[in-house]
């Protein structure tokens, strides 16, 4: 079974090249990069309303259940800051890792994507389209696991406005990745193992307060992008955040984004044709 | 318009796990060389598994031959499989894509994806769906359609954005005979109004000359739609001509149907010696017969012994289906008749 390599596909061509003789006919018209992107975000979101809303009510319950359960766990102060900031990611690594993982691996499998690869679309187009509604779809489920949190824990609401960054960021980094793992794995049974794996993670390193890990975990927890949108987050509970280490943070999560999503275009690109 | 040359895909064989068998290798296109002419509805039949599908997705860039050449309108698909989505429009035999938009998303997100802009791009969209009669479903997601309306729905995708070459993947199958006996009531019952499936075909080539490949297993269809017709046989092409050109090879022969109560009367010497000819699946014989030994046989099995075991019989003048018999198809129950 042969690839195309990807330099062929993203190659633009000129319409009637090496063809002989100047008997090609015109081609169609290429599908501009924004307004296809515009396209695919408004109909994948317009998907996500319809199909998704109520994993989105299981993501944001499953979030405000754990932090009813850290109640008890944990001493309040900077340690519901790393609770509230957690729970509040977890859901974004829900529906961008998990569930667009999930999505991409189907499609691809059921033979979706002929449907795409038929489009003169371009890849980054579908891939960037898909991910950014997946991630703004998380911003409700957000929002709302950040206020119950602060509510919750008697933590001020006035940093709020912090998620509006932290979403797309580190929505970018995870669906990204989660992107990449449906494009990338052999099965979808494994497509859907990998995202519910990381998103395992993101539950599991995200929510508990990093003190508390052995050095090891720690490790695990630094090497997971969603722990930068936590960390940006939790930092801007106090007084004077030190708002270098916040654009530090976030700075992680655009650049594994700006890297996942790469990545997620090229397998997008591996997969279309095979 | 379209040229084909010496195309030949093999599936690698895949190794069985944990008890579980593997599936050996299979050619699924063996060197196919076909020619398309513009304008024409061009068509290929054959039983399940006969590589259709894999014939066409190798000419619409979907996936790399492992030998030979695909020009479509001049350009090279296997240098350029890119380029094949600027030539053509394709409905595949999935619609996973656009299952969850409603059936007016679908169309005008296809034909944005198509380069048309926003204001073409739902106008066209209109303009298919009235087509189509659609527009009374436009605004419901594709899964909550019947598998009829679904189909026309991917169907109508495909059309927004206009292409010189439609390649259609079975565009009709997918649904129960119920539905598939409505929808082509409904396409019969719109030809003169609104335009139809067929209809809409034919009113795009008039105006553009578009090309058509159509990809189906159903004999009925590939007659009366098609201009002419490649049929495939275990990923061979094993004959391309006209339907009428088809049919004549088998001219001589009628199509003899016997339908026994239970079994058949092997006692009969008759009916012994007819089953030798015979292609039988269950209770059902079917025979391809000069006309006199067709004559012969129906007065055999109307008559005494026979004809007490007979529970039906039928005389018809040869389909699509006995070339496919008469050409040495494999698959014995493959195309489908309705
Ligand atoms: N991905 C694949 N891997 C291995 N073998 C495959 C694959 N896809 C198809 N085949 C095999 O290749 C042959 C041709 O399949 P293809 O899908 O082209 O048939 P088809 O004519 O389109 O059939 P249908 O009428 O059922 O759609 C079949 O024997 C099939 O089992
Ligand atoms: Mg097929």
Redesign the interface.
């Known amino acids: 079974m042969s690839a195309v390599p990807a330099g062929v596909a993203a190659r633009p061509a000129p319409a009637a090249e090496d063809t002989g003789a100047g008997r090609a006919a015109e081609l169609g018209p290429r599908a501009r990069l924004w307004p296809s992107l515009a396209a695919v975000y408004r109909a994948q979101l317009s998907r996500a309303r319809v199909a998704r809303i109520p994993l989105l009510f299981v993501a944001t319950f499953q979030s405000v259940g754990i932090m009813i359960m850290m109640r008890g766990v944990v001493s309040g102060g900077g340690e519901a800051e790393y609770v509230v900031s957690g729970a509040s990611v977890v859901v974004v690594a829900y529906v961008a890792l998990n569930l667009l993982s999930q999505y991409f691996g189907q499609l691809r499998f059921s033979g979706g994507l002929d449907h795409y690869a038929t489009l003169p679309v371009p890849p980054a187009a579908v891939v960037l389209g898909a991910a950014a509604a997946y991630a703004s779809f998380t911003v409700p489920g957000t929002m709302v696991t950040a206020v119950f949190g602060c509510l919750l824990f008697g933590l001020p609401l006035g940093n709020l406005w912090v998620l509006l960054a932290v979403v797309p960021l580190a929505g970018a980094a995870l669906s990204g990745l989660g992107a990449a793992c449906g494009l990338l794995a052999p099965r979808p049974e494994l497509a859907t193992l990998l995202g519910q794996l990381g998103m395992s993670a993101a539950l599991l390193l995200g929510v508990l307060p990093p003190d508390r890990m052995p050095e090891a975990v720690r490790f695990a927890r630094d090497l997971l992008p969603s722990t930068y949108g936590v960390e940006a987050y939790a930092r801007t509970f106090g007084g004077s955040p030190n708002w270098a280490y916040v654009a530090g943070d976030m700075a992680v999560c655009a650049g594994v984004g700006v890297v996942s999503l790469a990545v997620a275009t090229w397998a997008y690109r591996r997969a279309a044709v095979r | 318009m379209c040229a084909v040359r010496g195309l030949t895909k093999t599936?690698?064989a895949v190794r069985g796990r944990r008890g579980a068998p593997g599936t050996p290798e299979v050619r699924a296109t063996d060197d196919v060389a076909l020619d398309i002419r513009r304008g024409e509805i061009f068509g290929l039949l054959g039983p399940n598994g006969a590589g259709k599908s894999t014939l066409v997705?190798q000419l619409?860039?979907?996936?790399?031959p492992?030998r030979g050449s695909v020009e479509i309108?001049?350009?090279?698909i296997v240098?350029?499989?890119?380029?094949?989505?600027?030539?053509?429009?394709?409905l595949?035999?999935?619609?996973?894509?656009?299952d969850?938009?409603?059936v007016a998303?679908?169309a005008?997100?296809?034909g944005?994806?198509?380069?048309?802009?926003?204001r073409r791009a739902r106008a066209e969209r209109d303009a298919v769906l009235d087509e189509l009669g659609l527009a009374p479903i436009a605004g419901r997601?594709l899964k909550k359609l019947s598998g009829g309306q679904r189909r026309l729905a991917c169907f109508a995708a495909a059309l927004v954005?206009e292409?010189?070459l439609l390649v259609l993947d079975e565009p009709t199958t997918g649904m129960d005979p119920v539905a598939r006996r409505a929808v082509w009531s409904a396409v019969d019952r719109r030809r003169a109004e609104h335009g139809t499936t067929v209809l809409a075909v034919d009113r795009r080539r008039a105006e553009h000359g578009t090309t058509v490949l159509l990809v189906t297993h159903n004999v009925i269809e590939a007659e009366t739609v098609l201009d002419r017709v490649a049929v495939l046989d275990q990923g061979r092409v094993i004959a391309c001509d006209t339907p009428a050109g088809l049919k004549e090879r088998v001219a001589g022969e009628v199509r003899v149907e016997l339908v026994w109560r239970e079994n058949a009367p092997m006692q009969v010497p008759e009916v012994a010696a007819l089953r030798q000819r015979a292609v039988e699946a269950g209770r059902r014989w079917t025979l391809r017969l000069a006309p006199e030994e067709a004559r012969a046989a129906v007065a055999t099995v109307t008559g005494g012994a026979a004809f007490a075991a007979l529970d039906d019989f039928t005389l018809a003048t040869p389909s699509l289906e006995d070339v496919y018999l008469a050409l040495g198809g494999a698959a014995r129950q493959g195309l489908v008749r309705a």
């Open positions: 599936y690698a997705r619409t860039g979907l996936m790399r492992d309108l001049g350009h090279d240098a350029h499989p890119e380029r094949a989505a600027r030539i053509l429009a394709y595949g035999q999935e619609s996973s894509a656009l969850e938009l409603t998303l679908a005008e997100t296809t944005r994806l198509r380069g048309l802009d926003l997601p954005g292409r010189p």
